[in-house]
């Protein structure tokens, strides 16, 4: 029998590593989105052409690029934010694998301009399904501004499984607003199709709320704000009567950090569920706070879902908290009856 197995090419195995960690266009805005609230910047710009098929570009003014870095930056785990995998148990960065810029690089075509402010001039490089076109100088403001154009134009089977623009958009605009609910001084710009879609001032929690859902939020959302031993809770509620029928604005982030836990929406929904009926839908927007030790962000790659060291704990906490928030509010005296 003659032997079967072979090592894939280079430029197939990182298309397919590319396809966990990028998914859609979200995915990608995602990403350079992350990588520059990473590098410290106060102002990020979005813009966006076909719902991300055509156009993905993140611009930001923070820490940039040296020549070198910016060609590194495309390499297989390479990452300025981790040196050990110990680092890992401790991160405050929101990336750390070293591999979206890698993934995007796989899959489009791909052009990247920093500079650093000690630097007069800056750096550009050009990059197409992974393989190197050219990197000059140029002249530039500090800062990094990355295009990602024709997104899986070399992975014809994944470009074709795209949903809709308005699908694809939707995914976009839900990553954005979970970035900008969690950097409140960071200033956001996004531009659809020319079209100026989000402008949001640095301002408090609140201010962002209502500057992404709207003035009518201003009158419905309820202060929480409560701490223990080793995790804190912060942000607001809505009242019960701003329960919508469907599921959506419900925002849980641990560490600043988005996150989708059906555990801790359980909780949530247990303290509402005496004030309000089965169809209804309570609206929150939480920031808990742990002791990064403590959780283990590490699970999947897209670090939506995290681990809690007691899970038990925080569900409680957070169950008492919401339940503790809403009888204030409605004054009449409520009895916990334990979980
Ligand atoms: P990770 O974010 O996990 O480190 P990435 O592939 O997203 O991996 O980025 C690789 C590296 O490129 C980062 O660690 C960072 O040093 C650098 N980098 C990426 N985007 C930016 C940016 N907008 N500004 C400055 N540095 C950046
Ligand atoms: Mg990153």
């Keep these: 029998m003659p032997d079967i197995i072979h090592l894939l090419p280079d430029s197939i195995a990182s298309q397919i590593a590319a ?21 410290k910047s106060t102002e990020i710009t979005l813009v966006v052409k076909q719902a991300g ?6 611009s930001d003014n923070g ?12 390499e297989r785990h390479a990452t300025s934010k981790i040196s050990s995998a110990n680092d890992i ?3 405050k960065t929101k990336g750390f694998r070293g591999e979206a810029l890698a993934s995007v690089a796989a899959i489009a075509h791909v052009e990247l301009i920093t500079k650093k402010e000690e630097n007069d001039t800056g750096t550009k490089i050009l990059i197409n399904g992974s393989k190197f076109e050219k990197q000059e100088p140029i002249q530039s403001n500090t800062g990094t501004k990355i295009s990602v154009k024709n997104l899986f134009f070399n992975v014809p089977a994944r470009r074709k499984f795209l949903k809709s623009d308005a699908v694809e958009l939707k995914h976009i605009n839900d990553e954005f607003i979970r970035l900008a609910l969690a950097h409140k001084d960071i200033a956001f710009s996004y531009y659809h199709n020319g079209k100026l879609l989000y402008q949001l ?3 408090n929690l609140k201010q962002r709320i209502v500057s992404l859902f709207g003035r009518a939020y201003d009158s419905k959302l309820l202060a929480v704000d409560e701490q223990m031993e080793i995790v804190k809770i912060k942000g607001y509620i809505g009242k019960i009567e701003a329960a919508r029928k469907t599921r959506g604005n419900q925002y849980i982030f641990v560490n600043n950090r988005f996150i989708k836990s059906h555990y801790l929406n359980h909780a ?4 509402y569920s005496e004030y309000i009926g089965e169809g209804s839908h309570p609206i929150f927007f939480l920031f808990l706070e742990i002791d990064p030790d403590k959780i283990d962000v590490n699970i ?10 007691d ?6 906490f957070v169950r008492v908290t919401v339940k503790h928030v809403l009888g204030k509010f409605t004054h009449s005296p409520v009895l916990d009856r334990g979980a």
């Design 63 to 74: 820490i940039g690029m040296t020549d070198t870095d910016a060609r590194m930056c495309f």
């Design 311 to 316: 899970e038990r704990l925080i569900y409680n």
């Design 53 to 58: 098929k055509v156009l993905i570009q993140v």
């Design 201 to 203: 001032a640095p301002s």
């Design 300 to 309: 999947h790659p897209t670090k939506e879902e995290i681990k809690f060291e």
């Design 268 to 271: 949530i929904n247990t303290s």
């Design 89 to 91: 148990f401790k991160i």
């Design 19 to 39: 396809g966990e960690v990028i998914q859609r266009p979200a995915s990608v805005v995602k990403e350079l989105m992350e990588n520059s609230i990473d590098a």
